[in-house]
């Protein structure tokens, strides 16, 4: 698949055709990751750890589009998981490929600021919310466990705790 020269003209009529298919306005590359001390859970509940990003992130990010201080739209954008980095090692994030603007509520297009989405600190302190509150509730049905298996609430409060009080990164920049 990497070959320049087998599959090189398959990829730009790929790419053509996706062109095709983009709406004529900026897009931007916006990426949600989770910290690495959530790795054991989503080894153990893959699809809960993953649902629950999905939701953050998507949340998070119609939550933006629509507040009238950063767009006030209904925005469009499509999210791909990836679970390692690049080294082969555990390391799960969300790219999201995000319009530039949006519908307004009268269905009139309403372009972001130029080469600014949204601000990247504030986006990481919703999002790190918004997923810590499906984990604590995921956590008291029981659907998915701390590392040692244990349940004890003061456990699940530490370390519920601890992913409250680290940074979370959330970037966006232009495409590619």
Request: proline share 7%; net charge positive; charged share 25%.
């Amino acid at each position: 698949r990497h070959c320049p020269k087998c599959q090189a003209p398959a990829a730009r009529d790929w790419m053509a055709a996706r062109a095709e298919d983009l709406l004529p306005v900026e897009y931007f590359h916006v990426v949600f990751t989770l910290p690495h001390a959530l790795n054991p859970l989503a080894q153990g509940k893959p699809a809960v750890i993953y649902r629950l990003l999905f939701r953050a992130a998507s949340e998070t990010l119609v939550e933006f589009g629509r507040n009238p201080k950063w767009l006030g739209a209904e925005m469009g954008f499509t999210a791909i998981l990836h679970t390692g980095g690049q080294r082969l090692d555990q390391h799960l994030h969300l790219h999201c490929i995000v319009s530039g603007g949006g519908l307004t509520d009268t269905g009139e297009w309403k372009s972001a600021k130029p080469h600014f989405l949204f601000p990247v600190r504030a986006l990481s302190k919703v999002f790190r919310g918004k997923y810590l509150k499906g984990l604590e509730a995921a956590l008291g049905r029981d659907e998915v466990r701390l590392p040692d298996g244990t349940r004890h609430p003061d456990a699940v409060a530490a370390f519920v705790r601890d992913l409250r009080s680290s940074d979370w990164v959330v970037y966006a920049k232009p495409p590619f």
